[in-house]
């Protein structure tokens, strides 16, 4: 059901469980609701979850303490009743991107309310068309008519008795008739994964609404919006809607403060809108090393070939910029000042006609400055870091911590992982385009990593392995000059246990400038694993996401193959 | 250490005609008396110390202090607890007040705190259990962690 008040609703209660979702956008949207729970003095338990697994664990453990749910980006697209089987006052808040929200889920008045925004573009079957009440068999009715028809002659009871016969196959007829329709109404509306409003978002609305929001929760809200955006999860239209609409609360919040006579202390968060440019993590890094690891100029000047390097340098020269491969800190200001113009101005003339993207900074103190983008990729950094004798919940509680102003250090730890992250994947996305390990299958193309590619660890993980195959599919597109695989879908395999044997594979739409960004390998996994009866494991929120037996690997793609032709 | 031992033992040596060993008794007394000076210090610094036992711990010792404490150390530590627990149940009222709580002034009333460690089921006042698993953020009422944050069970998440 879908909670309409979401103060009177939601709010009003005393202790909860928070189920949180192993992604930036989740834990944002977390931060935004601890920050509130302080407020108010709502006692909590926040616990991490990493798939349907972990969900099902953490409930059975907390399920005799606690009466209320909060599941942040999980729950929405499974029958969570059935999953989890809870009593009947267990109540569950969910708010989750994740699309198609299950029709269980959605016409559920008692125990599951749904904390998402009713507008926000869902095309939920109506009622009527999906359930019914179920009808008698056509026979207890035909027999009140028959026993009314006893005391007729004979004659006439035949009559009736094949009325009865017809109207009984008149009922079924159009019974089957209706579960046909159902069956049907329900495949197309499940069909297609894809993501709504940004959790945060939906969450510093609900503090707005109750005037308690701070420039902290609203800038929360700005990385789970970008965090969206960078792992490619919505489309650009909804980005930059969401983007205006974040933009009058930003300019609500620097106005009520600042004016002639007092102006804020240097110390004090500014967040202001920037039109800036696409390149990722520049003002930590130098300014080359991030042209030549940002997926938007990778792939357009196509750097993994020579032709590529000397296009790069042409355009560096025609900019006519020095310092560039300084620190972006220690550039001189002048140089820095109209950097964005120059760039945009070269840029034009390659191709690249949107190196520019509407995003927000922030900045507090006079050494700390950071674009939303920067925070993203740190913390996604953090929340999947591989290094050794870190368990997921520790990433977790790291990740979190970076989020708040107060922990500077674990954001800038952040950034460096993050860094060697991008630098991995466009090695990777050299090597792959290089040696041609994309391979067309027919509907869509596959690309598998080899156990001993270098940095293949990073790409055991979810975040990391999206952010993979939207670089790859995206230079891929550019570089084949096949006009059927520009179009086609990508599926990507990397090793995730060495000693179980086990692969991630995962699943993308096509590269398009249009795209809707949605996504049917998840229900496409589902049927090829059925029908070849593969070891897969569904454990992800995205149902694009799946492990799976590596010796399975040939009878699932050939099972996937046939089921997309 | 009296002084009238070193007198005694003066008087012993004038009555002997050693009168050339009174500076070595002097000297020895003296020595002595430096002793007891330290070994009174040292002894005193334990008990202030055990006294703070008090104010850190709370009233049950770990067992690997109480290794580390002669009997007589125990005994005082008992008594010390017994007019401590007399005074706090003088003041306040009806039910006494534990001003072992809140040392410094709270900021506020419930706190973040995170677990370091499974410690398994907690119970708080109202009987609700909490399950404290390693790494899962809770947000409590202050008096019910101070205890386990002492413990190193749980971290004061300042953020």
């Not at chain 1, 059935?82 to 198609?100: A, K, M, N, Y």
């Not at chain 1, 035909?142 to 009922?171: M, Q, T």
């Not at chain 1, 799976?548 to 009878?555: A, F, G």
């Amino acid at each position: 059901m879908f909670v309409t008040d979401i103060r009177k609703e939601f709010y009003d209660i005393v202790r909860v469980a928070l189920l949180v979702s192993l992604d930036v956008d989740a834990l944002c949207a977390c931060k935004v609701l601890q920050a509130l729970f302080h407020c108010d003095q709502v006692q909590y338990t926040l616990v991490p979850v990493k798939g349907w697994q972990d969900l099902g664990t953490a409930f059975l453990e907390h399920k005799e303490q606690f009466r209320y749910f909060v599941l942040i980006n999980c729950g929405a697209n499974v029958d969570l009743l059935e999953t989890l089987q809870p009593e009947e006052e267990t109540i569950f808040f969910i708010c989750d991107t994740h699309r198609p929200v299950d029709v269980v889920n959605v016409y559920n008045d008692t125990q599951i309310k749904l904390l998402i925004k009713q507008d926000d573009d869902l095309g939920v079957p109506s009622y009527d068309d999906i359930f019914r009440d179920d009808e008698e068999e056509g026979g207890d009715q035909d027999s009140g008519n028959e026993s009314d028809g006893s005391s007729e002659p004979s004659g006439k009871r035949r009559r009736f008795d094949e009325g009865a016969i017809e109207r009984r196959i008149e009922r079924q007829r159009a019974r089957r008739e209706w579960e046909a329709r159902r069956r049907e109404i329900l495949f197309d509306y499940e069909q297609y994964e894809y993501h709504g409003t940004a959790s945060a978002v939906v969450l510093f609305e609900l503090a707005w609404v109750m005037s308690k929001d701070t420039k902290d929760m609203l800038w929360w809200a700005i990385i789970g919006l970008t965090d969206q955006w960078v792992h490619d999860r919505i489309t650009h239209m909804k980005y930059v809607t969401d983007i205006a609409a974040l933009q009058r609360h930003v300019s609500r919040h620097n106005h009520c403060n600042e004016d002639e006579d007092n102006s804020l202390s240097i110390d004090c968060m500014r967040i202001c809108f920037e039109y800036d440019l696409r390149l990722s993590l520049y003002q930590h890094w130098s300014l080359y090393e991030s042209i030549c690891n940002s997926c938007y100029t990778l792939s357009t000047f196509k750097l993994w070939s020579i032709q590529g390097q000397k296009k790069l340098q042409e355009f560096l020269a025609d900019m006519g910029m020095s310092q560039l491969q300084q620190k972006f800190n220690s550039m001189d200001i002048a140089i820095k000042e109209n950097l964005r113009d120059v760039i945009e101005e070269s840029s034009n003339k390659y191709g690249m006609k949107d190196i520019r993207i509407q995003t927000f900074g922030v900045h507090f103190g006079f050494k700390n400055k950071f674009l939303a983008t920067d925070v993203v990729h740190a913390a996604a950094a953090l929340l999947e870091s591989v290094e050794k004798d870190e368990s997921g919940t520790d990433n977790f509680i790291k990740a979190l911590d970076c989020l708040s102003r107060s922990n500077l250090d674990q954001l800038h730890r952040g950034i460096e992982l993050a860094k060697k992250k991008l630098m991995a994947i466009q090695q990777t996305v050299a090597s792959c385009i290089c040696t041609h390990l994309i391979l067309s299958q027919g509907p869509f193309l596959y690309c598998c990593l080899m156990e001993g590619t270098p940095d293949v660890k990073l790409f055991s993980k979810p975040l990391a392995l999206t952010l993979l195959c939207k670089y790859l599919l995206k230079s891929f597109a550019r570089s084949t000059r096949n006009k059927r695989c520009k179009i086609l879908p990508l599926v990507m395999a990397a090793p995730l246990d060495v000693e179980k044997g086990t692969v991630i594979v995962m699943g993308i739409p096509p590269e398009c400038e249009t795209s809707d960004k949605k996504n049917f390998f998840g229900r496409a996994f589902e049927k090829a694993a059925e029908s070849t009866s593969s070891r897969t494991l569904h454990d992800n929120f995205d149902m694009s996401i799946i492990e799976l037996k590596m010796q399975d690997r040939s009878k699932f793609l050939d099972a996937l193959v046939t089921l997309l032709s | 250490m009296p002084r009238n031992c070193c007198l005694h033992s003066e008087n012993e040596a004038k009555s002997e005609g050693r009168s050339e060993l009174i500076p070595s008794i002097k000297f020895r007394h003296c020595c002595l008396l430096r002793n007891q000076r330290c070994v009174t210090a040292y002894l005193y610094d334990r008990l202030l110390r055990i006294r703070a036992l008090r104010w850190e711990y709370g009233s049950v010792l770990p067992a690997a202090i109480r290794f580390h404490m002669c009997a007589e150390e125990l005994e005082w530590f008992n008594q010390y607890k017994k007019s401590l627990a007399t005074y706090m149940r003088s003041l306040g009222g009806e039910e006494g007040l534990d001003i072992t709580q809140d040392r410094k002034p709270p900021k506020s009333l419930y706190i973040e705190v995170r677990c370091l460690k499974d410690h398994g089921e907690f119970e708080i006042d109202d009987g609700t259990i909490i399950l404290l698993k390693k790494n899962s953020q809770h947000f409590l009422p202050r008096w019910k962690c101070e205890q386990l944050i002492r413990q190193g069970v749980l971290e004061h998440v300042i953020s």
